[in-house]
């Protein structure tokens, strides 16, 4: 590998973030670090995505040969043409020359554009395996695949600071009680919903009537259809009537 070209290139960029201690903070074994998520379908996406990204960084490599070699020879067909004494003919020769060039550096770029794009593709995957198992709400996970990337960190120099931006977010809620409100409106539907029926009613309507009074469906005994007042009615009645009856017997 020549001087000066990207070390991301030649290595994966190395999971270091507070993501990671989350997600390894769900293990069995507390205080257990490893270089892979933790459940089966991150860690298959994750290796996948090690191996994209491996292949993606030769094709880079190629790719910027390609348009390195052909900027070169782009220079010398600009310097060819500089030189005294030379036909028609020859001028022209290097002017075709300088033009394939000029191609071959618009395809390598063309292809650094694809490989780019395919390599980005492989950096959010392994982001999305990570943040699987970390826990955070899906708020804070969109916000971490979106941090800008520079090859050497998966998650980016950002990643931390901007967990600390939504700790120091979430605190401040806290602190003005807005999660306190939240959860006190929530408390009290909660308590609304579990009123029953007649209970609400009752508290808007204040004390009801004796139960004595009030309609009551029987389907006991010929099918007939009484009033628990008219019930107890009829039983006084037959009652009052029977104590009659039994004091004219002798």
Known sequence: MAHGDPVFLSRQPTPESLVVQASCSSRSSPGSFSGTPVDRESKKLDHTAKKTFSSCSMALKSSNATCILGRYIHALMEEAKGHPNLSQEMLQLLADAQAAATQVIQSGLDTLDSVARAMG??????????????????????????????GE???????????????????????????SSASSTFRGFQRFKGFGRGSFRGRLQGPQQSTSTLPYRSFRGRGRVHTRGATLQHSASSSSSGGVQQGKQP
């Open 121 to 150: 593709t492989t950096i959010v995957s392994r982001r999305q395996s990570w943040l699987r198992s970390s826990g955070f709400s899906s708020d804070v996970q969109a916000t971490l695949l979106d941090l800008p990337f520079h």
């Open 153 to 179: 960190k998966l998650f980016g120099s950002k990643a931390d600071s901007a967990l600390e931006r939504f700790k120091e977010s979430r605190a401040t809620a806290r602190s003005l009680g807005l999660q």
